[in-house]
Nanobody, 124 residues
């Protein structure tokens, strides 16, 4: 049983920054990787970024490369997403997810645990 809780969402102007955090807890917590996904109204859920829990290796969607940075604190079981140079098209609900087993880190269906999401809104 793993619980993921996102925080840090809000309303910002285009070009601004926002930092999201995800705290993981629960009985016998174990994770191969953690990732961030987002879903805008009327659109498919899409991969944003992922990080290997133990070694810190990262992957990013092309749309956010150079603007977003994912990081983790292994001791605190926390993963963060620093978002800079935000654009209106970044507006979405952002979800934290945990992946228990090796495999593709960019496919949402391979993640076993999900947070409830946090809203990010970027105004023009």
């Amino acid at each position: 049983q793993v619980q993921l809780v996102e925080s840090g969402g809000g309303l910002v102007q285009a070009g601004g920054s926002l930092r999201l955090s995800c705290a993981a807890s629960g009985r016998t917590f174990s994770s191969y990787a953690m990732g961030w996904f987002r879903q805008a109204p009327g659109k498919e859920r899409e991969f944003v970024a992922a990080i290997n829990w133990s070694n810190g290796r990262t992957d990013y969607a092309a749309s956010v490369t150079g603007r977003f940075t994912i990081s983790r604190d292994n001791a605190k079981n926390t993963v963060s997403l620093q978002m800079n140079s935000l654009k209106p098209e970044d507006t979405a609900i952002y979800y934290c997810a945990a992946k228990r087993f090796p495999g593709s880190t960019t496919t949402s269906g391979t993640y076993g645990y999900w947070g409830q999401g946090t809203q990010v809104t970027v105004s023009s």
